[in-house]
């Protein structure tokens, strides 16, 4: 539908235009109908109009003024002028200002009519162009996309038969070689990791980086390869600083870990190829170098290494044994062992294989000693097929110690007491010392522990971390204190390990809604 704006000074024939000419069975609707031109260009401003139908002759402005105004304002806005008037001056005005017509008065409405089909004809092909050319420009990225992935997946070793319209082409041409293969994997860093929340990150992502290339005035050929990836192609002589420049916005506007792998440079286009599969076996290989760096392919090949299986079984036993012993230090340097032992394969199968051989041998001591490996854990048994969607070999060995600890812990606690003494000698030594500035590094000092495996176990026995514990037993003690009227508050402070009176007693009133010395009066 066509809007259209109808300007007479002549009030009959302003309104016999507006009511005699079929305007719906046109494909257009009126959006006004005025008899001067100065509330024309009102009209003009607050409203979108395709069609301008005037007088020529009025009163204040003429039709050929309010013609200029509106082409001013809209340069596509088609005008027919209606007149009495058949001077040649007003026709020749009318033919400069690109008029479709100038329909003499008085008039049929059949004249106007076909002027009007003749302006709406005009307005349906330019519209039909208008789609063509944005139907061309959304499918310009999806043929550079494929065109790149054809390169990459050794499918198109000739640019020409794509011809030069794809700006790809253009880009290949003028990139100095040798050339390697960037391929980035993303990865949200404080989502679920859900296919919607990957498709918004890469879009977002490769937005980023597409005003990173052009602010630059580079020419970067880049494709995305799934929700995940990006591949990029980047210049040898100035890799890392190219790099660099493309990432570094991104990851400061963007919450998402980067890790990309690079392929070895290729000399010439035949060669892509072999660098695409190079870089998608560097970026994989965040499973052993850790995820949000930069890893080449040259850093990431196998190296061959002869492996005992004796003396897998050996490391597997002393574990065992550690587990059995409660021995946690010697527990995750056994476990570090086995990693050791097969990092060197670089290969993701192996150390899943790996990680599946350790949960099978735990599962069978623990059988054989009248345990079940699952009900310990408090998991079912395809709660394990987590080890298999962790990214790095990291991520795996950190789930494995951290059950070991838990399975260790939950026997000790069957052979011993109910609460375990090691973590009552930990409580003890921790409400003894609270009146100093002790820190978790002291307490696992004293019990030859490092601090990371000292505060898993205080959170796993109490819930709470270290320093919650520590200022609940403080502010415990703090009450008591606060109960003997001869203790002054400074006093009660420094005896729970406060050296700075108003910390103190903020932390006080955090925990119990006033002041130490709003809590003595109270009981009181």
């Known amino acids: ?112 009519v076909a002027s009007l089909m003749k302006v709406k004809r005009d307005l349906d092909e330019e519209n039909k162009h208008r789609e063509v050319e944005e139907a061309y420009k959304q499918l310009i990225p999806i043929a550079r996309n494929d065109l790149l992935l054809r390169l990459f997946e050794g499918e198109a070793a000739n640019l020409a038969e794509f011809g030069d319209k794809l700006q790809v082409s253009r880009d290949m041409e003028q990139l100095k070689w040798p ?20 498709l918004e990150t890469s879009r977002l992502f490769i937005r980023q980086l597409h005003d990173s290339i052009g602010m630059r005035g580079w020419r970067i050929p880049y494709c995305r390869l799934n929700a995940k990836r990006i591949a990029l192609l980047l210049e040898e002589e100035r890799l890392e600083e ?11 506007r963007l919450d998402v870990t980067v890790t990309t792998g690079l392929g070895s440079p290729a000399s010439r286009l035949e060669r892509l190829s072999n660098s695409y599969k190079q870089a998608i076996e560097a970026v994989e290989g965040k499973m052993f170098f850790g995820k949000g760096i930069t890893i080449k392919f040259e850093e990431v090949q196998a190296k061959p290494e ?39 394969f670089r290969s993701k199968f192996t150390v899943h294989n790996l990680s599946s051989y350790i949960i099978w041998k735990l599962d069978h001591y623990l059988t054989a000693n009248q345990e079940d490996l699952f009900e310990l854990l408090g998991i079912e048994i395809r709660n394990l097929d987590i080890l298999m969607q962790f990214d790095t ?24 007491t109910k609460e375990s003494k090691f973590i009552r000698s930990v409580l003890h030594t921790m409400r003894e010392r609270m009146g100093e500035n002790i820190t978790l590094k002291d307490i696992a000092q004293q ?54 009176l108003p910390y103190f007693s903020r932390q006080f009133k955090e925990k119990f809604g006033m002041t130490p010395m709003e809590y003595r009066k109270s009981i009181q």
């Open 1 to 112: 539908m066509y809007n259209v704006l109808l300007v007479d000074d002549e009030e009959l024939d302003l309104e016999g235009m507006r009511r005699f000419i079929p305007w719906p069975e046109l494909g257009m609707e009126v959006k006004g109908s005025v008899n001067n031109a100065l509330s024309a260009c009102e009209l003009l401003e607050k409203q979108h109009i395709d069609i301008l139908v005037s007088d020529v002759n009025m009163p204040y402005m003429s039709g050929l003024e309010l013609a200029k105004i509106a082409i001013e304002r809209k340069p596509n806005i088609r005008i027919i002028f209606v007149s009495g008037y058949q001077e040649f001056s007003y026709v020749q005005q009318a033919l400069s200002l690109k008029a479709y017509s100038y329909v003499l008065k008085p008039m049929e409405d059949s004249e106007l």
């Open 179 to 198: 050339v390697r293969v960037a391929v980035i994997e993303l990865e949200n860093r404080s989502s679920s990791n859900s296919g919607a929340d990957l």
């Open 242 to 252: 190219t790099l660099e420049g493309l990432l570094q916005e991104a990851k400061a």
């Open 306 to 344: 002869m492996f005992d299986a004796r003396e897998l079984d050996a490391r597997m036993a002393a574990l065992l044994q550690a587990m059995k012993d409660y021995n946690l230090v010697l527990l995750h340097d056994e476990l570090e062992n086995l990693f050791k032992s097969i990092t060197g």
């Open 393 to 416: 070999i990291g991520d795996i060995r950190s789930w494995l110690i951290h059950r070991l600890y838990e399975i260790s812990e939950r026997l000790n606690e069957k052979a011993n």
């Open 447 to 500: 019990f030859s522990f490092s601090p990371s495996y000292l505060g898993f176990l205080i959170k796993e026995k109490s819930g709470q971390s270290f320093n919650e514990l520590l200022v609940q037993m403080r502010m415990e003690r703090a009450v008591e204190l606060l109960k003997q009227p001869g203790i002054k508050i400074y006093e009660v402070s420094d005896r729970v390990g406060y050296r700075y």
